[in-house]
């Protein structure tokens, strides 16, 4: 006889148990599994696309926030107009910078002091004069930017210390800003020139020695910084109308990928909205603040490296520089991107770095010293590893876990030091970072990573991941460690699209692939072929004029980068070669 349905229900006491025991560990997996930081359709569409493409190009590609119909944001705050309102008067607590605790209004005072000053003893006149900032990453740098771009003298910056001969024959300047260190190397350049009849005036920060002193000639002129900003502390200040913000306050020089030596002219706008991008970079959760101290490895000398530093001055946070951003030597060995150089922050008076702006070779070389000490710990490693890999693969990092306590936090303080505990964020440009490489950092750091793409025609990122999207798309690629990580959306200022497009490809519904060309305002207006084509095969440059931000290579204000990229299907970006 078949067995009724009674008496297939009938159970036990294990019957029971075993029930309760699947259900409690459904429940446990439902409610602790780690929910996604970001909802996973935020991340489907990154960038907003437009309808229509011409032949042989993409379509314009702009970051979703900003959307297609909205006006770029052009600086952090209504009332930034310039470059000298990054530097509010209602944030009244100090901060460090390098080794200088300073507040706003100290800075303030510096910097109109040291502009009158210098307008009364290097005899400078405004927009006729220029000044060459032959200066490594201080507050001194920054108190000069800042007074300089207030009476309207443009300053000239290098990107590259080799650049400084070919600049110095080209264009020689009104005045030269160096270092005491520095002093001989620039005296020996200047009496090589050989030109008859023209007088120099040097500032110099620190005292140069006797010896050195002593062999400067009389065609040029030396004043120490503490004197020019003594003399404008004396007096009363200087006042100069104030700037437009179309108004061209800097020119920076870089080499291209040829080697050929390129000039960029940065507007106050170009400045300010590069600013606005970097503020973007965060999410409103944890936005920078007083309370943040970033550290930076890209020099002062280059737009990107400017960039962060007056971010830093206008979120009210400490800063400083690596080691390795240093251009100006008098020895000739040079810096390893590597865990001590990104150290060497701390032998600055500042608090513990929360917030990293690093280059891919220093990220690579913290990621592979934080994960050899986690190895260490043979079989807990293991296990942390795969539950690390799991709770990013669900969009979830966080360093609070029970396996970063277990594992990785000790590793971390073992690299790091002390700072192992505050670092939030690591924002990686300067290069381009390996797929392979973005998930184990996740790892290794438990804090969000963000992947951008920089250019020196550029003030500030081009591109920027999202804070929070941990997605891994290494596995897709054929080669994946020959492959580089995505660069994300374009930033809230800027558009973009490709040029030399395959049609066909597209209509088929293949990802567009080409070289980049981007408008908006942080894109610096180039100088054009003619400025380029000297004798010497430098260039030459025209300062103090007002040139509309965003001016590019064409009419329709598009600048090529001569970068190779491809669109992913969510709207973010991954260079290609």
């Keep these: 006889m078949a ?3 009674s008496d297939l229900l009938v159970t036990d006491d294990l019957t029971i148990l075993l029930g309760l025991i699947a259900g409690t ?10 929910q996604p930081l970001v909802h996973p359709i935020l991340l489907g569409r990154q960038s907003e696309v437009a309808k229509v493409r011409n032949p042989g190009e993409s379509a314009v590609y702009r970051n979703y926030g900003t959307g297609l119909m909205n006006r770029f944001p052009l600086r952090p705050h209504k009332d930034v107009q310039v470059l000298t309102d990054l530097v509010r008067s ?20 510096r910097v109109a002091s040291f502009g009158t000053g210098l307008l009364r003893l290097a005899d400078l006149q405004s927009q006729e004069s220029n000044v060459l900032l032959l200066l490594n990453d201080c507050i001194e740098f920054l108190i000069a930017d800042l007074a300089l771009s207030s009476h309207s003298i443009p300053s000239m910056t290098l990107a590259a210390a080799n650049l400084l001969s070919p600049v110095l024959d080209t264009h020689p300047p009104s005045a030269i800003i160096t270092h005491a260190e520095f002093l001989p190397t620039l005296l020996e350049l200047i009496y090589d020139a050989g030109e008859e009849g023209r007088h120099h005036t040097i500032v110099v920060v620190g005292e140069p020695s006797s010896r050195v002193m002593a062999s400067v000639a009389s065609k040029v ?20 109308p104030l700037p437009k913000p179309s108004d061209v306050f800097s020119v920076s020089f870089f080499a291209d990928n040829t080697g050929h030596v390129q000039g960029t002219q940065i507007t106050h706008t170009n400045l300010t909205a590069g600013v606005a991008a970097i503020h973007a970079l965060f999410p409103v959760s944890a936005l920078l603040s007083s309370l943040d101290t970033i550290v930076s490895s890209h020099s002062l000398g280059g737009t990107y490296g400017r960039a962060v530093a007056y971010a830093a001055i206008f979120e009210g946070t400490s800063f ?21 150089d990104v150290l060497s922050a701390q032998l600055y008076s500042i608090p513990s770095a929360t917030i990293l702006f690093l280059k891919p070779t220093h990220l690579d070389a913290l990621v592979d010293a ?12 293991a296990f942390a590893w795969r539950h690390k890999i799991s709770g990013i693969s669900e969009g979830f990092v966080s360093r609070d876990t029970l396996w970063d306590r277990l594992v990785y936090d000790a590793a971390r303080a073992n690299v790091i030091g002390e700072g192992a505990g505050t670092v939030r964020a690591v924002i ?39 804070a929070l999207d941990l997605q891994d798309f290494s596995t897709v690629e054929e080669d994946s460690a020959k492959s580089f990580a995505p660069v994300g959306p374009p930033t809230v200022s800027i558009e973009v699209k490709l040029l030399g497009v395959d049609d066909s490809a597209v209509e088929d519904g293949a990802d567009p692939s080409g070289t980049l060309v981007v408008r908006g305002p942080p894109v610096t207006k180039q100088l054009s072929g003619e400025e380029l084509e000297t004798p010497s095969g430098y260039v030459n440059i025209r300062t103090g004029e007002s040139v509309s931000s965003g001016n590019g290579d064409d009419e329709d204000g598009w600048t090529n980068l001569g970068v190779k990229i491809r669109v992913l299907t969510n709207g973010a970006f991954r260079v290609v070669v």
């Design 25 to 34: 560990v459904f429940l446990l997996r439902t409610f602790y599994r780690p």
């Design 3 to 5: 067995p009724s349905i």
């Design 320 to 340: 400083s520089t690596t080691e390795s951003s240093k251009l100006f030597r008098v020895d000739e060995g040079t810096v390893k991107q590597d865990v001590v």
């Design 428 to 466: 990686v440009g300067g290069g381009l970072l390996p797929a392979n490489l973005l998930t184990p950092a996740r790892v290794a750091l438990s804090c969000p990573i963000i992947n951008t793409l920089t250019h020196p025609a550029v003030v500030g990122p081009v591109f920027a991941l999202h």
């Design 370 to 381: 934080i994960l050899r000490e986690a190895k260490k710990s043979f079989l807990l490693n």
């Design 221 to 240: 002129k030396v004043l120490l910084w503490t004197d020019v900003e003594r003399e404008g502390f004396k007096v009363p200040k200087i006042m100069t």
């Design 90 to 109: 209602d944030m009244e607590a100090p901060r460090t910078l390098w080794d200088t605790k300073i507040t706003n209004a100290a800075l303030q005072d």
